[in-house]
């Protein structure tokens, strides 16, 4: 059985790399470079009931065993809730532009569909010698499987 969420995952750092300083998680540092991470993921699947059945506006093929719901979050850590911001900014400007996600649809058995900003949160790590601002914005992407 196919499950897509490795390939979402990875297709999203390629894309996003070149667009935002997009770094492999690890122990966030302040620097002059806002540093934006891949955080958690998770998956939730729903088993269609039956073959054949629209979902959002599109049949949803046979094949189709599952309904899923994708969730992303992206940290980003600078020097300011602006600089962290700006990046998250970058970040949403590019998975709404038109084409974004056309060859990751291709390697997919049923295109993404519903993307959703969903929760955001800016804190501080203040326990740091340099305060750090962090900024995690929380994406969705519902698909078949």
Known sequence: MFTADYTIRKYLINKLAVIVNLQYPSKASVDNTTMVYIGDSSVQRTQVAKANQIVNNQIVPST?????????EFVAVGQSFK???DEIEKIL???YTSGFFDELNQQL??????????DSLMTTQAEATETAYVHTQTLSFSYGE
């Open 64 to 72: 189709i065993r599952n309904l899923c719901e994708f969730r992303v």
């Open 83 to 85: 600089s962290a911001s």
């Open 93 to 95: 400007e590019a998975l």
């Open 109 to 118: 058995p049923m295109p993404l569909f519903n993307i959703r900003i969903e």
